[in-house]
């Protein structure tokens, strides 16, 4: 076998393959991604910006009929059959948004200019776009990710596969999340593509602060060959303050740490300050990265880094602002002292200069000082969860929930009669397949994870109610259907 195919039968392909891929890749070695071909004089960098777009539809049993007995398709595809509700109108200038970086990627090269952009596109996006039969736009994608006079400028994030939130999907559900993705990916864009795939995007910038949690978050990123994870400013913090960094703008070591004792750690990218997509859609980290000098680490003077996120199709900024704003500053910083670098781009540069991993500030998780304070590392979970407990009637503001990108939005409360179907399909799912390894080749088993995946899109908690909340549970229902008819 040279490729994956894409689709099993009417399905994504998203398991099956795991032993093949990952030999590929070790075949590719560890050599750079981006490296060899950066046309960046780093030591002439004075400060550079990077900026990602997350792109997002998720899968909705809409596709006519009873909802017990509708097609699932993609939301951007029931919003093209119903144009009249809401904001259905915009779908296709979303559509037009999931491709129009290809078109102004290869516009700026051919001007000899450098631009730069990260790209998160969720594996229901992926397959949303192919099944309503605009595949032209992952061709296009694919032209500007593989071609070698355009795969420089491009990096794309890894994210968990069906846009789920981190802090409360059960653990091995998101192990097969991540692992489904690169899955999807390489069938889509190839092995080679994957190899150059080392940074991760969580899902609503969600982080893990529940110490277990937050450890097998990371245990599961470098299990899956990822170097480095972008976590939001507000939700991490200094292990001997508990307050933010001092330094959002370089490069840090995100170190987490069990109640067994075990670490693991991973290079963690900050994004700063909020959501709002005008931040990306007006180029602000370009206008920011000018305003700021070289720092120091590991007793270098290195450049800064201004990161941020956002979504790529929401709001008229997005839409209608951003494209014409992205040429004229990747006009302007190109060759500049400011440049755009994406972020695998930066550390590649920067450890090449003779800085060391070990040269990077540390942070952790919000409130975990807190528990560190009361309990040692290997004192266990009954003492973590007794601690966690105290904390909480202490102190109202104290939570486990994890950090995202906004303050204000609870992932779990509220979201009882959605999460419950949810984590009863994922006990089944795992009762029924203790030993997914014999059976990840088989149909049966791609379409259970197919459906179970597609149900726990945090869409349908995030608007906590009616008609999403409707899909979420019948995703959920069918996936509990496939495990006791299937298994």
């Known amino acids: 076998m040279n490729e994956l195919p894409e689709n099993i039968q009417d399905l994504p392909?998203?398991?099956?393959?795991?032993?093949?891929?990952?030999?590929?890749?070790?075949?590719?070695?560890?050599?750079?991604?981006?490296?060899?071909?950066?046309?960046?004089?780093?030591?002439?960098?004075?400060?550079?910006?990077?900026?990602?777009?997350?792109?997002?539809?998720?899968?909705?049993?809409a596709g006519g009929g009873p909802l017990t007995e509708a097609e699932v398709i993609s939301n951007l595809h029931f919003m093209m059959n119903h144009p009249g509700m809401g904001d259905n109108h915009n779908a296709p200038v979303f559509l037009d948004c999931y491709r129009r970086m290809g078109r102004m990627i290869k516009q700026l090269v051919h001007e000899g200019r450098s631009p730069?952009?990260?790209?998160?596109?969720?594996?229901?996006?992926?397959?949303?776009?192919?099944?309503?039969?605009?595949?032209?736009?992952?061709?296009?994608?694919?032209?500007?990710?593989?071609?070698?006079?355009?795969?420089?400028?491009v990096e794309w994030l890894g994210i968990p596969w069906g846009h789920p939130v981190a802090p409360s999907t059960p653990v091995q559900d998101y192990r097969l999340h991540v692992a489904a993705w690169r899955h999807h990916f390489a069938a889509i864009f190839g092995v080679e593509?994957?190899?150059?795939?080392?940074?991760?995007?969580?899902?609503?910038?969600?982080?893990?602060?529940?110490?277990?949690?937050?450890?097998?978050?990371?245990?599961?990123?470098?299990?899956?060959?990822?170097?480095?994870?972008?976590?939001?400013?507000?939700?991490?913090?200094?292990?001997?303050?508990g307050t933010p960094s001092r330094q959002p703008h370089l490069p840090h070591r995100l170190i987490c740490t069990h109640s067994d004792g075990r670490t693991e750690s991973i290079i963690a990218i900050i994004k700063t300050q909020g959501s709002d997509t005008k931040l990306v859609g007006q180029m602000q980290p370009y206008y920011e990265a000018k305003s700021l000098n070289s720092s120091t680490l590991g007793g270098r003077r290195v450049p800064s880094l201004v990161t941020q996120i956002a979504d790529g199709e929401n709001g008229g900024v997005m839409m209608n602002e951003f494209p014409p704003k992205f040429i004229d500053v990747m006009r302007e910083c190109s060759g500049s002292r400011h440049p755009a670098m994406n972020a695998t781009e930066y550390l590649e540069h920067l450890f090449a200069s003779g800085i060391q991993e070990a040269d990077l500030p540390v942070v952790q998780p919000l409130f975990q000082r807190r528990i560190w304070e009361r309990m040692q590392p290997g004192d266990g979970p009954d003492t973590l969860a007794k601690v966690i407990t105290s904390l909480?009637?202490?102190?109202?503001?104290?939570?486990?929930?994890?950090?995202?990108?906004?303050?204000?939005?609870?992932?779990?409360?509220?979201?009882?009669?959605?999460?419950?179907?949810?984590?009863?399909?994922?006990?089944?799912?795992?009762?029924?397949?203790?030993?997914?390894?014999?059976?990840?080749?088989?149909?049966?088993?791609?379409?259970?994870?197919?459906?179970?995946?597609?149900?726990?899109?945090?869409?349908?908690?995030?608007?906590?109610?009616?008609?999403?909340?409707d899909f979420g549970r019948e995703l959920c229902r069918r996936t509990t259907a496939i495990l006791q008819h299937d298994f």
């Open 13 to 61: 392909n998203l398991s099956g393959s795991d032993r093949w891929l990952a030999e590929s890749l070790a075949s590719l070695g560890d050599r750079p991604a981006f490296l060899e071909n950066s046309d960046i004089q780093f030591p002439a960098v004075q400060s550079a910006f990077a900026i990602a777009l997350h792109m997002h539809q998720p899968l909705v049993p």
């Open 116 to 153: 730069r952009v990260m790209l998160d596109y969720s594996g229901t996006l992926f397959h949303g776009l192919r099944k309503m039969g605009a595949g032209g736009v992952l061709d296009d994608l694919k032209e500007i990710t593989c071609q070698p006079e355009y795969r420089r400028c």
């Open 193 to 241: 593509a994957l190899h150059r795939v080392r940074g991760f995007s969580p899902s609503e910038m969600a982080l893990p602060n529940h110490p277990d949690v937050a450890w097998n978050f990371i245990r599961t990123l470098k299990e899956n060959g990822y170097q480095w994870v972008l976590v939001q400013e507000h939700t991490v913090e200094q292990p001997d303050t």
């Open 392 to 469: 909480r009637q202490e102190d109202h503001r104290f939570h486990m929930e994890g950090g995202s990108w906004t303050h204000h939005i609870s992932w779990v409360k509220g979201y009882e009669n959605v999460l419950g179907p949810m984590e009863e399909s994922s006990a089944l799912f795992h009762q029924k397949i203790p030993k997914p390894e014999l059976v990840a080749h088989e149909y049966r088993y791609n379409n259970a994870l197919f459906h179970l995946l597609s149900s726990q899109t945090s869409c349908y908690r995030y608007w906590g109610e009616g008609m999403w909340t």
